[in-house]
């Protein structure tokens, strides 16, 4: 009997279906204009999703790339609590449900899930999309408007991914204290900007200060060190690119990179990483220039050398957003 496809393939072969029927150029076109939405002020009392063609139009486009942008954050959390797997998860604001798709990728196995969000059109098509395969069969899809006024039942995980970028300031705080008072564990991904990496950082101090212990990317739970207005820690996942990606953004290449910011945090001890590769690491002639962020806290660059034998060798293999120095 053959093994399941494992979710991120499913995933991706569930979406290629979602546009039969389509034309190319009506889809490129509601990508074009959802996107020109999402990127505008904060919404109004109406969904940005409005039917399936629209859903089905991003989800092809967007959930590649939040899927991998919070498998990412999920992974490194992951390394973080090495013992711990979430008996169930709560995704607020998850649309068609990259993130739960993320989860079950991550931890594998099955555990409820509860997916809240406003638009009902995107919950219809995540619940299509769940029944492409066996990853998600325990799933309820739940229409809740996302603001101040939520409460979240008790769940082991809440997961929050580019969401608080369409809530005021208020439904923002709102919301990652319910997700505080509710979980063991969240995990919050926003875009990596500037702008995304602020809402991040707000998040993170509301959650340290409800009593969490930051398990990544930060190697520590104090203020972060990047002064504000200067810089903004992100992070990059490769995403294989679909054809309507390129239809949309034109280029030719099979792969994108999307930036993202994130903040890991769980209410029980965490072990998280010395230190993290927080910029694209530079390889030169017998070296590796790795810019990193310390636990004391601090940024600092280090020089990795051929004289540093098999850390030179880890150093040349090692990542953007990878934890510093490997694990044995």
């Excluded at 769940?130 to 809740?144: C, H, I, N, Y």
């Excluded at 300031?169 to 990596?192: C, F, K, M, S, T």
């Excluded at 993202?260 to 390889?283: E, L, M």
Aim: glycine share 8%; charged share 20%; with cysteine.
């Amino acid at each position: 009997m053959n093994a399941p496809a494992p979710p991120a393939e499913t995933l991706r072969a569930a979406l290629a279906g979602l546009l039969d029927g389509l034309p190319p150029r009506q889809a490129a076109q509601a990508v074009e204009r959802l996107i020109a939405s999402y990127r505008g002020a904060t919404p109004t009392d109406a969904p940005i999703l409005r039917d399936r063609a629209d859903v089905a139009a991003y989800a092809a486009y967007r959930m590649p790339a939040t899927f991998e942008a919070v498998r990412s954050a999920l992974e490194a959390f992951a390394e973080a609590a090495p013992a711990w797997v979430p008996g169930s998860h709560t995704d607020v604001g998850g649309g068609t449900g990259a993130a739960a798709w993320a989860v079950s990728a991550t931890w594998g196995g099955e555990r409820p899930v509860t997916v809240l969000d406003w638009a009902e059109p995107a919950l219809a098509l995540g619940r299509e999309i769940a029944a492409a395969g066996p990853a998600l069969r325990d799933v309820r899809w739940q229409r809740s408007r996302i603001g101040a006024a939520l409460t979240l039942e008790s769940t082991d995980l809440v997961t929050v991914s580019y969401v608080l970028n369409e809530l005021t300031a208020a439904d923002r705080a709102a919301l990652v204290d319910a997700a505080a008072a509710a979980a063991q564990a969240i995990v919050i991904v926003e875009p990596g900007t500037p702008d995304g990496y602020a809402r991040v950082i707000e998040a993170r101090d509301r959650l340290v200060g409800a009593g969490f212990h930051v398990a990544a990317p930060c190697p520590h739970s104090a203020a972060c060190p990047i002064a504000p207005g200067t810089d903004w820690c992100h992070f990059s996942a490769r995403v294989s690119r679909s054809s309507l990606h390129r239809q949309v953004k034109g280029g030719s290449l099979p792969y994108e990179d999307e930036k993202f910011s994130y903040v890991a945090a769980a209410r029980f001890p965490v072990t998280p990483s010395p230190s993290r590769v927080v910029r694209r690491p530079q390889i030169r002639k017998g070296q590796v220039l790795l810019d990193l962020c310390e636990t004391e806290p601090s940024l600092h660059r280090t020089t990795v050398t051929k004289r540093h034998g098999d850390l030179y060798k880890a150093a040349r293999d090692a990542d953007w957003g990878d934890a510093w120095p490997p694990a044995p």
